[in-house]
């Protein structure tokens, strides 16, 4: 049998499931906990659908995101956990507080840097998305696949994909979106609804970020810097900064883009996106963190400019070639 086919054996058998995904989860993950959970609930099971903290826009705009909850009642017992793209238990955050000992845990996803951490894993680095698997799964179990779990899937290998751009779309997600297409999804209604919804914040956010945008070590990475003061003075949101890291990846010449954002008093994020060869989920390993070859990232200590010497040190060198 193979992951695929003894994950579906395990929904067709269950009657109970909690859904999860990564803390500050991103279209793929809320995406794919939403598909499974209304196919599932179709199928006459029932559902829990679990985020660390409410959704806010564009995410709460997806079809279900009313129905998931951000705490549960101790005591519920569960057939199953899902969880959906991502890629060690620890990325759960304080979901992973209600993981029991005895609970079985379903680990779907496509994280080069996954730890298999499942009770059943299917784990699929090849894979444009995790909503391009749960597809798989969906269809293994033969539960139901109506309209709103066929958006929910658009829109979540839309987000992974960057709207089938990046080098991760093959010739199977353009076939799994077109069977979305089929079954209901709307690509110009989710994509006005989930991506080209941006608040005025958003663009005052923007304009400040552009203007930080620099060029080092020799003109192959570029680096765009978001602190705390910026955010404040948009007035914008830690969601309204998704994709930036795009803009630093788009300038001739650059083989690296990196977005270094502040999000605590002492912490900050970096985004890496690489256009050719540099393996971004090993260079963010480096640094406790992970992802994909193209896009990855990792929190670390310090403000902004702290962050920056330090992942410049370790760039330099996987862009010398001394390390990969
Ligand atoms: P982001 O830059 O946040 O859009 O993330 C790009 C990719 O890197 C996503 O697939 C994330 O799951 C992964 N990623 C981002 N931050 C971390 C982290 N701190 N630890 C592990 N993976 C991460
Ligand atoms: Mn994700
Ligand atoms: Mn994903």
Redesign the pocket.
Known sequence: MTPSDKIAAALARGQRFLLLT?Q?P?ADGVGSVLALGRSLCDAGKETTLLFQAPLGPPLCFLKGAERAVTQLDDRKIFDAAVIL?C??KN?LGRAADYLYKELPLINIDH?E?NDHFGTLNLVDPKSSSTAELVFGVIRAADLPMGPEAAENLFAAIQGDTGSFRYGNTTAKTFRVAAELVDLGALPWDISRRIRDNHSMARLRLLGLALETVCLRLQGRVAVMTLTREMMEEAGAHETDT?EF?DYPRFIRGVEMGV?IRETGQNTT?V???SNNWVNA?RL?ARF?????AR?????CRGAAGTALTLFLKEARRFLDGTRD
């Open positions: 990564h500050d991103d793209d890629a060690e990325r994280h840097t998704e890291v977005l994020k985004s890496i996106r989920a963010a406790g963190g992970g992802g994909h896009a990855a990232g990792f929190t």
